[in-house]
């Protein structure tokens, strides 16, 4: 398992050695995809790191480049919906993916 802010591996540990984060205590935003989700078979998704009328941006974790980015999901408020925390129709025209440090 991954941890959902700096994905460094932390096993089954709740509190990441690497930058003390502990995921017990996060608590996903209603609407956006729970931690762990993979994308498009590639991006590993993690906390909510901010959201608004037009979109939600979360911490990811690139499988194939083995990097941490950002992966903006277009979801905006009052025409989107979600049915459940899991569900996602990804279509790559409306994320972007911004490579992180």
Do not use: Q
């Not at 498009?40 to 909510?48: F, L, N, P, S, T």
């Not at 990811?60 to 941490?68: I, Q, R, V």
Request: charge should be neutral.
């Amino acid at each position: 398992m991954r941890c959902i802010n700096c994905f460094k591996e932390i096993g089954s540990d709740s509190i990441c050695p690497s930058c003390g984060y502990n995921i017990s205590e996060y608590h996903c935003p209603e609407a956006c995809l729970d931690p762990g989700i993979i994308i498009g078979g590639r991006y590993e998704i993690g906390k909510v790191i901010g959201e608004g009328g037009f979109g939600i941006t979360y911490a990811a974790y690139d499988k194939t480049l083995n990097s941490k980015c950002a992966v903006k999901e277009y979801f905006p408020r009052g025409l989107s919906s979600r049915m459940g925390r899991t569900d996602i129709k990804a279509f790559y025209d409306t994320a972007w993916i911004i490579p992180m440090g």
